[in-house]
């Protein structure tokens, strides 16, 4: 799984977990997604807005979260996609 972050600042952080290859906990909500692709066009309605994106490519999944944070983390926030859970 690949993470990429859509950064808010606000009053508290948002707390993300990986499960596995297929599934991800946001804020204690889990989200799983097929292990042979992702029809998700309307994901961020589904989510209510917590994953702005998702995707398969070559097997990988690719997520785009909707992150909150209270102070300041750069090495996450360059809008690049990366393996588990960097800061």
């Known amino acids: 799984m690949k993470l990429k972050y859509s950064p808010c600042k606000s009053d508290h952080d948002t707390k993300i977990e990986v499960l596995s290859e297929s ?43 909707r992150r909150f944070y209270s102070d300041t983390c750069p090495e996450w926030d360059d809008g690049q996609y990366h393996e588990g859970l960097p800061c």
């Open 23 to 65: 599934e991800i906990l946001i804020d204690g909500e889990s989200y799983e997604f097929p292990d042979n692709g992702v029809v998700a066009l309307d994901i961020a309605q589904q989510t209510d807005f917590a994953i702005l994106e998702a995707y398969r490519e070559e097997g990988v999944l690719f997520l785009t979260i």
